[in-house]
């Protein structure tokens, strides 16, 4: 599997309209991947929570419909980071907010894959957690690949990193992929790197976690996106500015690991 990691980069100055087409630009410029993965609310703004009420919008909206035609045209599945989700219809979550933490994935042909409600809100009773509803259900998916076969992949977002229960869901669900999209800030960019390894090596599971660069709304971003193996090795990190990992995984190598190391099969709780 062929995978490109796009750690978008952006600043308060840039139009949202204008960073929704420059980013599907870089998305069409890696048709040849089987899976192309963007960050976390890089079109709303990761800490923009005055700008999330007006920058809302259902999952058919124009940042959807961008990233739908975008893959569509590269040939890709393209997990195309969140957006700040307002359905149609009225919908309200139990915290009656009516806003969610949404990602989106979508299939070579434009299709959508899966949309997966970030579960954990990151804030301490303030930023999400006042502003959004929280996710309720673990989203495991079938991703398609080029050559015919597919690979079964856990949805998870940023703040999720740090509760492992979501990823032992989602490895009894059949993953061997986890794609995590953030916006991590610099300031903790450290735990960020440890916790991407931890689930790797904990569920033997590849990791595929793109972060945000640049500096928004007053926080620094921490970048040092990466793809790690089932066995923990890390096969490519980015550094803190904008920048595409292009890499290369093997599938099979997870089987042979936890075939070579059965750490799952012995698990008690």
């Not at 409600?117 to 495991?140: T, W």
């Not at 940023?158 to 992929?177: H, I, K, M, N, S």
């Not at 928004?216 to 790690?228: D, L, N």
């Amino acid at each position: 599997m062929r995978v490109a990691v796009v750690q978008v980069g952006y600043g308060d100055a840039e139009p949202v309209p204008e960073r929704v087409e420059r980013v599907a630009a870089l998305v069409r410029a890696q048709a040849g991947h089987d899976l192309v993965v963007l960050p976390e609310l890089w079109a709303p703004g990761g800490f923009a929570y005055r700008e999330w009420q007006d920058r809302a919008e259902p999952v058919d909206g124009p940042v959807g419909q961008a990233m739908s035609a975008a893959a569509r045209d590269a040939g890709v599945v393209l997990h195309a980071g969140s957006i700040i989700e307002r359905p149609g219809g009225g919908e309200v979550g139990p915290d009656g907010h009516g806003l969610w933490n949404t990602s989106l994935v979508y299939g070579p042909d434009g299709g959508l894959l899966a949309a997966y409600r970030k579960v954990h809100r990151f804030g301490f009773g303030a930023g999400e957690p006042k502003l959004l509803d929280a996710g309720e259900d673990v989203v495991v998916v079938d991703l398609p690949l080029r050559d015919g076969g597919s690979v079964r992949a856990g949805l998870s977002t940023c703040y999720d990193l740090r509760f492992p229960e979501l990823y032992r869901r989602q490895v009894d669900a059949g993953a061997t992929l986890f794609v995590v999209p953030a916006a991590w800030p610099a300031a903790r960019v450290r735990h960020w790197t440890l916790l991407a390894h931890a689930r790797a090596v904990e569920d033997q599971c590849v990791v595929v976690a793109c972060n945000t660069a640049g500096t928004h709304a007053g926080t620094e971003m921490g970048g040092h996106s990466q793809v790690v193996s089932a066995a923990g090795e890390a096969l490519a990190m980015a550094g803190a500015d904008e920048q595409v990992l292009s890499v290369d995984v093997d599938l099979d190598a997870v089987a042979a690991w936890r075939e070579q190391f059965p750490v799952l099969r012995d698990r008690r709780l």
